[in-house]
Structure formats: structure tokens, C-alpha cells
């Protein structure tokens, strides 16, 4: 906080803004049509994504004076992992669209940042290599369960051997949302060849696809080669457009990609079986139901995370802010929850662990940091909620973060 605040004063203005609406309106000049469309856009006609940002309005922080305190500790622990402040960078796929080599240099500005990030099923790097970039900051990775179990333990052994520290579950994606931005333009990301780096760099998924070319008849076959052309265009030709994939054999290779990679039929029968596939701490994300949440603490998940997936899945959902509260009323003080899906600030972070989230997770704002100005964009943006949190407790009393509590809020009611 210190060091920004003196930037200021002494005149220099950040290349990254500090606000999150100035922050959108430069990064929006500096991405492509499509990569816009596929990063700020939403489910329908974007209710959900209003939704969980008007639910921030309703509450409203009342700041104490003189409490003396000259120092905030900002750490936590979270599902085991020590955190430098009570943020993470939510898993993002294909954001290859936006930068080549996207996930490494997120990465890399999280761990500047001393932020961990959460690794997507759908990155555009192999998580080895993103580990990589992450040095000695922790980092989490997201799983879309496959069709395939097969494909599933490996996924979660990998993982476990590059040295994540809890694996994430995405509930509420075993189907992409309805987002005419995208459809709009014919441009979903897996049709450009992106974000299927964590399966063509997987052995299992191979092996798989090698089995799925002897398939019935009837069923799409797919040959190798057809494979490794998607996997070299994303490799070699980030935002690369559909009209490459007007040859068959890709598109068929896409087809086979979608029936492998996520399991529409996925229930809690599944979930179960996770504790005796991996010693990592499991945490749901996409939890917005009480009941949900109660059913995953019986389960004995190590954490949930309240999220609609920053809008992006069904339109008209309730917001998420409106869902943490519910959900931890139903959990209890003691289980962990986590929150996502509207942090724009420092002042939001206050407000969500203030309605009982133990840490929260950033989305579209580090994506346009990572826009702007690549890793080191990333770190700014990371820095800078950070520092309005900090700041943000200072002004308002709070020594640590266990202190924020509804106490520190009023709701408004007209
Ligand atoms: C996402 N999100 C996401 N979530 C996930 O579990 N796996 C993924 O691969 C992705 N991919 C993804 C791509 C892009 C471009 C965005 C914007 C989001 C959802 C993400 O993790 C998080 O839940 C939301 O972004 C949080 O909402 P805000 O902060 O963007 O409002």
C-alpha cells in the first residue's frame, strides 16, 4: 500500500488504473473483439452479472475512529494454505484469447503478487509449466471432471506431483452457458483450439482419444493428427480464428474434445469418491444453494466456494453476495467458504468477508490486468485490491481478518 501511495505522490500515474471501471474501459481497448466478448461477457442478457454487482450496494461499511492501531495483518489460512492476504485468482480458461502463454504470466504476476492462483482444466498452458512460474507461492488447481474417469485421477495426480495445494471442483460448468456474445461472433473458445492444453499435454487423454478412433460406427472418428493440429494452433496461433478449423478432421477432434472433457451427468455419487482419490483438500466451487452447501460439509469437503461463475452460466441467478450469506448462515461459523463473482475492490473483499466468506477469489480483473500490461498487470491489479483492503481496515478499525465481521456493516433498506 505504502509504495503505491507514494507513486502517487510523487506524481507518477500507474499503467495498470486502480479502479476497477477504468481498469475495464483500458483493457476493453486493448483486447480483440472476440477476446472482449469471451472475457466481460455473460449468460443471456447479463441479469446475473448486474445482479452481483447492485447486491454490493445494499451494504454498507461503518467505519470506528480511534482505535489506536498503527499495523493490519492481513494473513489467513484457507483449506490449509497460508495466504498473504484473504485473495486468490479465480481459474480462468482460454485466456489465451487475451495474451499467449496467458496462464504462465498470470502466474507469474500472481507470485509477484505473493497471490495464490488456481490453475483451470481449461488452461492454454500445461499446468507443469504454469507451476513453474508460480515459485514458492502456493497455488490451488481447478478440475472439470471428465467423462472418463480415467482421465479424472490423472488430471488429479498431476496436480498432486507439480505441487498443488488444494484441488477446486467447478460444479456449475458440466455444460457452457448460454453466452450470445460469443455465439454471436462463432467464436466459443474451444473452437479456436484454446484451452485444452491440460488434456493434449495428458497421457490418459491420449490413450483415450486413441480408444474413441475405434469406436461403433456411427461415432465421430478422430485421428491423432487431427488432435495435434488443435493443439499446435493453440499453441502456435493464439486467437486463431474458426476459419482455421474448416478442414473435417478438427472439427471432428473438437467433437470428441467435448464429449471427453466435462461430465453433464455429474452428482454427488462423484464427489464421494474423492477423498480416497487424493490426499488434497477439496473445495466445491459453484455452491449457491443453502442446501447444497449443507449436503457438502456432510460430505466432508474442505471448503466450498459460493460463486455463479461471475455470471457467466445461467442468466437470472441470485446473486452471489446474496448467496454467501445464506450459505453461511446454513454451514455455521466453523466451515470454510469461500467467495467470487462481483470482487471488483479492496472494498468489496471487506464487504464479502464481512458477510462471512473466509477469503475471496478475483475473476475478470486480473484478466484485464494480464491485458493491459501482461504479469505485471496481473501483479498491479492483485497489489492493488490488496492495498484498498489493507487500507480499507485501517480507516475502518479492524486490526486483523478474523475482526471483519457483519458487526462492521449496516444493510440498506429503502
Ligand atoms: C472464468 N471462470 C472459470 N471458472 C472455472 O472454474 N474454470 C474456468 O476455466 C473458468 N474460466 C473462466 C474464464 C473467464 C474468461 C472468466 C471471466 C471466468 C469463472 C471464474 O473462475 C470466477 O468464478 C468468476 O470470474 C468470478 O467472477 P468475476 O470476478 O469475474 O465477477
Redesign the pocket.
Known amino acids: 500500500q505504502n509504495a503505491i501511495y507514494r507513486a502517487g505522490v510523487l506524481g507518477r500515474a500507474p499503467d495498470v488504473p486502480t479502479d476497477a471501471d477504468e481498469l475495464e474501459r483500458r483493457a476493453h481497448r486493448a483486447m480483440s473483439r472476440k477476446a472482449w466478448a ?2 466481460a461477457g455473460g449468460a443471456g442478457g447479463g441479469a446475473t ?1 448486474r445482479h ?1 454487482r447492485a447486491a454490493f450496494e445494499r451494504w454498507r461499511i461503518v467505519p470506528r475512529m480511534l482505535h489506536g492501531a498503527t499495523a493490519r495483518d492481513l494473513t489467513t489460512t484457507v483449506a490449509g494454505t497460508p495466504l498473504r492476504a484473504p485473495l486468490l485468482l ?6 489465451a484469447l487475451v495474451t499467449p502463454g496467458s496462464d504462465v504470466r498470470i502466474a507469474e504476476g500472481a507470485a509477484a503478487a505473493g497471490v495464490p492462483y ?1 490453475f ?4 492454454c498452458d500445461p499446468m507443469e509449466r504454469t507451476a513453474a512460474g508460480m515459485g514458492d507461492t502456493p497455488f490451488w488447481y ?1 478440475l ?1 471432471w471428465s467423462t472418463d474417469e480415467r482421465l479424472v485421477d490423472s488430471m488429479i495426480g498431476r496436480a498432486e506431483d507439480c505441487g498443488a495445494r488444494a484441488l ?1 471442483v ?1 460444479l456449475d ?1 458440466t455444460l457452457l452457458g448460454w453466452r450470445p456474445q460469443d455465439l454471436n461472433l462463432g467464436s466459443l473458445p474451444f473452437a479456436r483450439g484454446l ?1 485444452i492444453a491440460q488434456y493434449t499435454s495428458d497421457p490418459r487423454f491420449m490413450e483415450i482419444v486413441r480408444e474413441r478412433m475405434t469406436a461403433p460406427a456411427g461415432k465421430p472418428q478422430v485421428t491423432l493428427g487431427a488432435l495435434r493440429t488443435l493443439w499446435s494452433m493453440a499453441r502456435n496461433h493464439p486467437g486463431g480464428t474458426v476459419a482455421n478449423l474448416r478442414s473435417r478432421e478438427p472439427r471432428a477432434a473438437v467433437e470428441t474434445f467435448l464429449d471427453i472433457y466435462s461430465n453433464p451427468g455429474l452428482s454427488w455419487r462423484h464427489v464421494e469418491t474423492l477423498r480416497r482419490r487424493t490426499k488434497l483438500p477439496i473445495l466445491l ?2 455452491i449457491l444453494h443453502p442446501d447444497d452447501a449443507r449436503t457438502a460439509v456432510a460430505a466432508g469437503v474442505d471448503g466450498i466456494i459460493v ?1 455463479n ?4 452460466q445461467v442468466d437470472h441467478t441470485v446473486a452471489a453476495l446474496d448467496a454467501l450469506v445464506a450459505v453461511r448462515d446454513a454451514v455455521g461459523p466453523d466451515a470454510t467458504v469461500l467467495f ?5 475492490s479492496g472494498a468489496d473483499v471487506f464487504v464479502a468477508l464481512a458477510l462471512g466468506a473466509d477469503a475471496c ?5 486480473h ?1 484485464y490486468g494480464l491485458a493491459i500490461a501482461g504479469a505485471d498487470g496481473v501483479r498491479q491489479v492483485a497489489e492493488n485490491v490488496v492495498a484498498e483492503l489493507d487500507l480499507t481496515m485501517a480507516l475502518t478499525g479492524v486490526p486483523d481478518v478474523a475482526a471483519i465481521t457483519r458487526a462492521q456493516l449496516r444493510e440498506h433498506t429503502r
Not at 479465480?90 to 485466456?95: T, Y
Not at 483451470?120 to 488452461?123: E, N, P, T, V, Y
Not at 477469489?361 to 480483473?365: E, N, S, T
Open positions: 469471451y472475457v452479472m452481483n479465480a481459474p480462468v480458461g482460454a485466456g488456481i483451470s482444466s481449461q488452461g481447478q472439470y477446486v467447478t460448468t484451452g466451487k459453484g460463486s461463475h461471475g455470471g457467466r467470487d463473482s462481483g470482487i471488483r477469489l478475483l475473476g475478470r480483473p484478466i
